[in-house]
């Protein structure tokens, strides 16, 4: 009896010990098995590029696939709106995929004007709730913007240009052979730039022959360019305007304040002397043929900023012979504010300028614009005559594409391209730049 | 001979597009123009019989070419090119009796358009040709087949994958050539080539060509140029030098090793890129 209440009692707490926990591990198991997996959603435009004619229909295939083990039922939504968030349309309708199956649908948007539009792709399902953000653009070189260029722009821009050069450059070209190789002797490169202020560069030059094009690379925001090793054809030349990378001995701003620094005042703002310094980067490359420098093959190439610093030089000086250009920022300023008016959370340029303005009460746009019109580097656009080449990101929030693509149809260049990269945000892709390499190596006939 | 010509030509030709990566298939690009002079030297005395097997020649007996070449490539567009070339022949086919028979003159007028179908990334491309072949010369003279003819060529060019050579580079052909005879022939051949850079100037490349010429005339004759009913696998390789940014040379060898009803040809090419 004694054996029989022993072995019942191991029977219980056996049990209750091991089996009941693992029955119900694997019943929790099994429940999770359904609730885990996905909805894989993908949107893709009829064109590859998401442009559109003007009167083209727009359409996306989506595909769905879903990877839980069980049905997923609900609504399936789509709303385009403008790029600055005013709603044009909106549809839903029921929607069910079934068990680890995929679906696909056809979206159809009737023709819009010239634009960019927002399209997002919403899926409520059983258990799974999931948007995709799109853009499109339709017929983008018919983009207009207003001008605010004031009346005397270009007499502000001759007078500081006239300040420049009275300055004494005094450059120095100082032999790095810690950070030569065998085939590329770097220099660093000093200037004095405008109000007298040192910048410095990075000079490469290939030793592989005995003349050369140039890559003149303007940074982006605060950003530091360092020595470009990366091309055998071209000498290159990178510059850090005042208060990025090496050129910080005077002018040392962090990131929220630099684009706003003296923004009350346009003769003391900031920007006055950075475009300064990128026309003194060229003065530098004009001064040195006998490093082997092309004078007549200079391009200049920014992204960001870095876009902004490439078309303000392209635009004030001529002995740019060709221009790139990624998602150049400030461009369009207002319609970028009004855009940027409808972000949830604020990005670059008007994060910063929002802020500034939040500190600054007393501080109006009104203000602001006195400013930076003088700035928007779309007002340097007409001035530009050389071959472009601009690359745009359609997700881009710091640099909204339609701002990108006014500012691009404002260019006098007869001999103008853009490529538009429909998955990026503020960046473009290699495939872009492998393009770039071959466009520029067809614009100066470099073998 | 002028197949083997051709044949070095696409190779060699094009490795000077970029000594260091790019050859055949790659577009030469808008407003580019090449202008490629070469010399190339083909011999044979044995042969292969119909059935592949090696035939020794009797003593004496051979059959050489010597041939000067200019070949000029212009970028109408990013994906359209125009190319031409135009040999001029020297042959001499020595029999056994003492005999030889030496002709010389302008050879085919080879001319095209090449299109880019598909770049893959600016990385790889596919390629379509469609090109002409035109005879110079007085068919008695035997420099080629006589007769007008035109060829429809796929290729397929890149880098090769890193994991296999970084630096390496990779070309593909497949060409289905027609010359317009009742006699034909018709031409298949598949070509593959894979090159790498060895210093900062120098390349090697190796091709592989496999070449079948059919044709209701099965009748042996030394002078490939004439010839219409043959196979042959041959293998090239090839080093080139970079001397400046628009002018290289190249100098290639050749043999094959495996044919039937053709010569067991050996020889080889010099030839300069200039990119104007």
Same mark, same amino acid.
């Given at each position: 009896?004694?054996?029989?209440?022993?072995?019942?009692?191991?029977?219980?707490?056996?049990?209750?010990?091991?089996?009941?926990?693992?029955?119900?591990?694997?019943?929790?198991?099994?429940?999770?098995?359904?609730?885990?997996?996905?909805?894989?959603?993908?949107?893709?435009?009829?064109?590859?590029?998401?442009?559109? *004619?003007?009167?083209?229909?727009?359409?996306?295939?989506?595909?769905i696939?879903?990877?839980?083990?069980?049905?997923?039922?609900?609504?399936?939504?789509?709303?385009?709106?403008?790029?600055?968030?005013?709603?044009?349309?909106?549809?839903?309708?029921?929607?069910?995929?079934?068990?680890?199956?995929?679906?696909?649908?056809?979206?159809?948007?009737?023709?819009?004007?010239?634009?960019?539009?927002?399209?997002?792709?919403?899926?409520?399902?059983?258990?799974?709730?999931?948007t995709v953000?799109?853009? !499109?653009?339709?017929?983008?070189?018919?983009?207009?913007?207003?001008?605010?260029?004031?009346?005397?722009?270009?007499?502000?821009?001759?007078?500081?240009?006239?300040?420049?050069?009275?300055?004494?450059?005094?450059?120095k070209?100082? !032999?790095?052979?810690?950070?030569?190789?065998?085939?590329?002797?770097? #220099?660093?490169?000093?200037?004095?730039?405008?109000?007298?202020?040192?910048?410095?560069?990075?000079?490469?030059?290939?030793?592989?022959?005995?003349?050369?094009?140039?890559?003149?690379?303007?940074?982006? #925001?605060?950003?530091?360019? *360092?020595?470009?090793?990366?091309?055998?054809?071209?000498?290159a030349?990178?510059?850090?305007?005042?208060?990025?990378?090496?050129? *910080?001995?005077?002018?040392?701003?962090?990131?929220?304040? #630099?684009?706003?620094?003296?923004?009350?005042? *346009?003769?003391?703002?900031?920007?006055?002397?950075?475009?300064?310094?990128?026309?003194?980067?060229?003065?530098?490359?004009?001064?040195?043929?006998?490093?082997?420098?092309?004078?007549?093959?200079?391009?200049?190439?920014?992204?960001?900023?870095?876009?902004?610093?490439?078309?303000?030089?392209?635009?004030?000086?001529?002995?740019?012979?060709?221009?790139?250009?990624?998602?150049?920022?400030?461009?369009?300023?207002?319609?970028?504010?009004?855009?940027?008016?409808?972000?949830?959370?604020?990005?670059?340029?008007?994060?910063?300028f929002?802020?500034?303005?939040?500190?600054?009460?007393?501080?109006?746009?009104?203000?602001?614009?006195?400013t !930076?019109?003088?700035?928007?580097?779309q007002?340097?656009?007409?001035?530009?005559?050389?071959?472009?080449?601009?690359?745009?990101?359609?997700?881009?929030?710091?640099?909204?594409?339609?701002?990108?693509?006014?500012?691009?149809?404002?260019?006098?260049?007869?001999?103008?391209?853009?490529?538009?990269?429909?998955?990026?945000?503020?960046?473009?892709?290699?495939? #872009?730049?492998?393009?770039?390499?071959?466009?520029?190596?067809?614009k !100066?006939?470099?073998? | 001979?002028?197949?083997?010509?051709?044949?070095?030509?696409?190779?060699?030709?094009?490795?000077?597009?970029?000594?260091?990566?790019?050859? @055949?298939?790659? /577009?030469?690009?808008?407003?580019?123009?090449?202008?490629?002079p070469?010399?190339?030297?083909?011999?044979? =005395?044995?042969?292969?019989?119909?059935?592949?097997?090696?035939?020794?020649?009797? /003593?004496?007996?051979?059959?050489?070419?010597?041939?000067?070449?200019?070949?000029?490539?212009?970028?109408?567009?990013?994906?359209?090119?125009?190319? @031409?070339?135009?040999?001029?022949?020297?042959?001499?086919n020595?029999?056994?009796?003492?005999d030889?028979? =030496?002709?010389?003159?302008?050879?085919?007028?080879?001319?095209?358009?090449?299109?880019?179908?598909?770049?893959?990334?600016?990385?790889?491309?596919?390629?379509?040709?469609?090109?002409?072949? @035109? /005879?110079?010369?007085?068919?008695?003279?035997?420099?080629?087949?006589?007769?007008?003819?035109?060829?429809?060529?796929?290729?397929?060019?890149?880098?090769?994958?890193?994991s296999?050579?970084?630096?390496?580079?990779?070309?593909?052909e497949?060409?289905?050539?027609r010359?317009?005879?009742?006699?034909?022939?018709?031409?298949?051949?598949?070509?593959?080539?894979?090159?790498?850079?060895?210093?900062?100037?120098?390349?090697?490349?190796?091709?592989?060509?496999?070449?079948?010429?059919?044709?209701?005339?099965?009748?042996?004759? /030394?002078?490939?140029?004439?010839?219409?009913?043959? @196979?042959?696998?041959?293998?090239?390789?090839?080093?080139?030098?970079?001397?400046?940014?628009?002018?290289?040379?190249?100098?290639?060898?050749?043999? =094959?090793?495996f044919?039937?009803? =053709?010569?067991?040809?050996?020889?080889?090419?010099?030839?300069?890129?200039?990119?104007?």
């Amino acid at each position: 009896m004694r054996n029989i209440n022993i072995y019942l009692k191991w029977t219980l707490f056996m049990l209750l010990t091991v089996i009941v926990p693992v029955v119900k591990a694997h019943a929790l198991c099994l429940q999770q098995k359904n609730k885990e997996g996905e909805v894989i959603l993908d949107a893709k435009p009829a064109n590859k590029s998401a442009l559109f *004619k003007e009167g083209e229909e727009i359409s996306y295939k989506l595909s769905i696939k879903n990877t839980y083990n069980e049905k997923q039922e609900g609504k399936f939504s789509y709303v385009v709106t403008s790029d600055d968030g005013k709603k044009i349309f909106e549809n839903t309708t029921d929607f069910s995929v079934g068990a680890g199956s995929s679906k696909s649908l056809n979206v159809k948007v009737a023709p819009k004007g010239a634009g960019f539009y927002h399209i997002n792709f919403m899926f409520n399902l059983s258990t799974y709730d999931d948007t995709v953000r799109k853009v !499109f653009g339709v017929n983008p070189k018919a983009i207009t913007s207003v001008l605010h260029k004031p009346d005397d722009f270009d007499q502000f821009w001759q007078e500081t240009r006239q300040q420049l050069s009275k300055v004494s450059p005094q450059y120095k070209v100082i !032999f790095r052979p810690d950070l030569s190789t065998k085939y590329k002797k770097v #220099y660093s490169v000093e200037m004095k730039s405008y109000e007298n202020l040192l910048i410095r560069g990075w000079l490469v030059i290939p030793t592989d022959g005995s003349k050369f094009p140039v890559h003149y690379r303007v940074p982006g #925001y605060v950003v530091e360019l *360092k020595p470009n090793m990366d091309n055998d054809d071209y000498i290159a030349f990178d510059i850090n305007v005042r208060g990025n990378g090496n050129s *910080k001995d005077v002018v040392h701003i962090n990131t929220d304040n #630099y684009s706003t620094t003296n923004i009350q005042d *346009k003769d003391k703002y900031i920007y006055r002397g950075v475009y300064m310094d990128c026309l003194r980067g060229l003065d530098f490359l004009y001064s040195h043929a006998n490093l082997g420098i092309d004078t007549s093959k200079i391009f200049v190439e920014g992204g960001s900023q870095g876009g902004a610093l490439a078309v303000v030089t392209a635009g004030l000086d001529k002995r740019v012979k060709v221009l790139t250009m990624q998602v150049p920022l400030y461009a369009d300023i207002r319609d970028n504010y009004s855009i940027s008016a409808s972000y949830k959370e604020q990005v670059v340029p008007f994060k910063m300028f929002r802020q500034y303005k939040n500190r600054h009460p007393e501080f109006s746009w009104e203000q602001f614009y006195a400013t !930076f019109d003088y700035y928007d580097p779309q007002n340097f656009a007409p001035m530009v005559k050389c071959p472009v080449l601009m690359g745009i990101g359609l997700l881009d929030q710091f640099c909204p594409p339609r701002c990108s693509m006014a500012l691009f149809n404002h260019l006098s260049s007869t001999n103008k391209e853009f490529v538009c990269v429909p998955n990026s945000t503020h960046e473009v892709d290699f495939n #872009y730049f492998m393009f770039q390499n071959l466009w520029v190596r067809e614009k !100066f006939r470099i073998p | 001979m002028k197949k083997l010509i051709l044949s070095c030509l696409c190779i060699l030709v094009f490795i000077g597009i970029n000594p260091y990566r790019s050859f @055949a298939s790659w /577009p030469i690009g808008k407003y580019r123009d090449i202008v490629i002079p070469s010399m190339f030297l083909y011999h044979q =005395t044995d042969r292969f019989d119909r059935d592949g097997h090696r035939i020794k020649g009797d /003593p004496g007996t051979g059959f050489t070419s010597y041939s000067a070449n200019l070949y000029v490539g212009y970028g109408i567009s990013r994906r359209l090119d125009l190319i @031409a070339s135009v040999p001029y022949v020297y042959t001499q086919n020595k029999f056994a009796n003492g005999d030889k028979i =030496t002709n010389q003159g302008l050879g085919d007028l080879y001319m095209g358009l090449s299109y880019n179908l598909v770049n893959f990334n600016y990385v790889r491309y596919l390629s379509v040709q469609v090109s002409g072949i @035109a /005879p110079l010369y007085n068919r008695s003279l035997e420099l080629g087949l006589g007769n007008y003819g035109a060829e429809l060529k796929l290729m397929y060019c890149g880098n090769l994958p890193k994991s296999i050579a970084s630096k390496g580079y990779f070309n593909t052909e497949v060409a289905y050539r027609r010359y317009f005879d009742v006699q034909g022939p018709d031409q298949l051949s598949f070509s593959g080539t894979v090159g790498y850079p060895i210093s900062h100037h120098d390349q090697l490349s190796l091709e592989l060509l496999f070449f079948r010429s059919f044709s209701s005339n099965k009748a042996f004759n /030394p002078n490939i140029n004439n010839a219409r009913d043959y @196979a042959f696998f041959k293998p090239s390789l090839n080093y080139g030098h970079q001397f400046t940014r628009r002018f290289s040379t190249f100098i290639g060898g050749y043999y =094959t090793p495996f044919g039937k009803n =053709t010569g067991v040809g050996y020889g080889g090419s010099v030839l300069a890129i200039i990119k104007i």
